[in-house]
């Protein structure tokens, strides 16, 4: 620890309030307009002008210890945990909602070096410790958090790292931003590609439906005992977009797999497809011999009629988008049935043409993976940039020339 550098608890240098436990905030307090009620949401993406919930006088009155000021810090305290977002001046007046905390920087730290810490390896780190909770994690009571503890530096080398951190972090998130956009630009460019060829067709070119082309099934919509092993059992969680993935499976019985496979006789060439929630319509090939059983996936028989890879950039376009959109069904668990997908219909090229399409699309495609693999490495690089600067700022590490340091590892 540097000179003059002092050990402090959290609880020594913010006053703490949680908010409302959730029977004090319930939806019938909820009006149309009022006083703002702040959430995660707030908190996570750092925006304070979106506001769903409002209260009346009446109540704001009753919750006013968890109203908000302007300088105080808001943190998630659920699901999303450890999400910070300093309080900016002229926001609508308000409460915190049972999901936030609010930490009042007292005299002896700046907020902004509060919240820089906050994002720091330091506190987060010690924020998943601290935490309370299985598959949704919950942050740990606020006694617990007064107790974590910081090194504080005076407030005039608090604002010096905070100048630094501010002009370094403008970098990289503008080195974040433009790598962001460089990926969906790659994206896009296949896409367009790809939707073009199904758009614009040559000579030839005839509409068929799928079920005229190839055999079209379905596999079980049984839920079947799990086994802790034996034969894979498939379902839309397992159709990737580049590909088919056996993580995560559950098993079944071979008795129940020979049920199922009368059904659905998958094999080495066929192509499957999700039938059912926010990936129906996402294709692979069956690429591997193995066997396996399906559910909530439809099953397109290899077939002479048309070239596989055909077919399944055809199914990855958007014109086939546009139609598993149209044709399904379902509220909550929207789904394309069995006859809609026999009836789906497939632009399909004259078959001498089909292999040079593919050729062409998978040099773009194959180019556009080098390339989003390459703007995926940058954006891991700089976030870890980011950490590594957090790090050295709140060990007293930081130097003035850490700018430079930043502006030569964003051009390398």
Same mark, same amino acid.
């Given at each position: 620890?540097?000179?003059?550098? *002092?050990?402090?608890? +959290?609880? $020594?240098? &913010? ?9 004090? +905030? ?50 998630? &305290? $659920? ?40 994002? #720091? ?133 071979? $008795? ?5 496979? #009368? ?62 959109? $149209? ?25 001498? #043409? ?12 194959? *180019? ?33 020339d850490t700018s430079k340091t930043v502006k030569e590892k964003i051009a390398a």
């Amino acid at each position: 620890m540097r000179e003059g550098w *002092e050990i402090k608890t +959290l609880g $020594s240098l &913010c006053d703490f309030v949680r908010g409302p436990f959730g029977g004090s +905030l319930k939806k019938s307090c909820f009006k149309t307009s009022g006083y703002a009620v702040y959430e995660q949401q707030h908190a996570i993406y750092d925006q304070f002008e979106d506001i769903r919930y409002f209260i009346d006088e009446s109540k704001y009155r009753e919750m006013k210890r968890f109203e908000l000021f302007p300088r105080d810090l808001i943190m998630s &305290c $659920s699901g999303t945990m450890g999400k910070v977002a300093i309080v900016p001046d002229g926001i609508p007046k308000g409460i915190i909602n049972q999901a936030l905390l609010k930490l009042s920087p007292r005299k002896d730290i700046f907020a902004d070096f509060l919240k820089y810490w906050m994002n #720091s390896p330091n506190f987060q780190n010690e924020l998943i410790k601290l935490s309370q909770g299985v598959a949704i994690k919950n942050v740990a009571s606020v006694k617990v958090l007064k107790e974590i503890q910081i090194y504080l530096p005076p407030l005039p080398e608090q604002k010096r790292i905070v100048a630094i951190l501010d002009e370094a972090f403008e970098g990289i998130d503008s080195a974040i931003a433009n790598t962001q956009k460089n990926l969906t630009n790659s994206r896009e460019l296949f896409e367009s590609y790809l939707n073009n060829i199904f758009t614009q067709k040559g000579d030839g070119w005839v509409e068929k439906k799928l079920g005229d082309i190839s055999e079209v099934k379905d596999g079980t919509h049984d839920s079947p005992k799990y086994e802790e092993s034996g034969i894979p059992f498939i379902t839309q969680k397992n159709i990737r977009e580049n590909g088919l993935t056996f993580e995560n499976i559950k098993f079944i019985s071979p $008795s129940d797999h020979e049920k199922f496979y #009368s059904r659905s006789n998958v094999a080495f060439g066929d192509i499957i497809i999700s039938m059912i929630g926010a990936n129906r319509g996402m294709a692979c090939i069956v690429d591997t011999e193995r066997i396996f059983s399906i559910k909530n996936v439809g099953l397109i028989k290899a077939s002479e009629n048309i070239n596989r890879y055909f077919l399944l950039y055809f199914l990855k376009s958007k014109k086939a988008k546009i139609y598993v959109e $149209s044709a399904s069904r379902g509220g909550a668990q929207p789904f394309i049935g069995l006859g809609k997908l026999r009836e789906f219909p497939v632009s399909v090229a004259p078959q001498d #043409s089909q292999a040079t399409i593919i050729t062409k699309l998978d040099e773009l495609y194959n *180019e556009t993976q080098r390339l989003e693999t390459i703007y995926r490495q940058k954006l891991t690089a700089l976030k870890e940039l980011k950490q590594s600067i957090l790090q050295k700022a709140f060990t007293g590490e930081l130097t003035a020339d850490t700018s430079k340091t930043v502006k030569e590892k964003i051009a390398a």
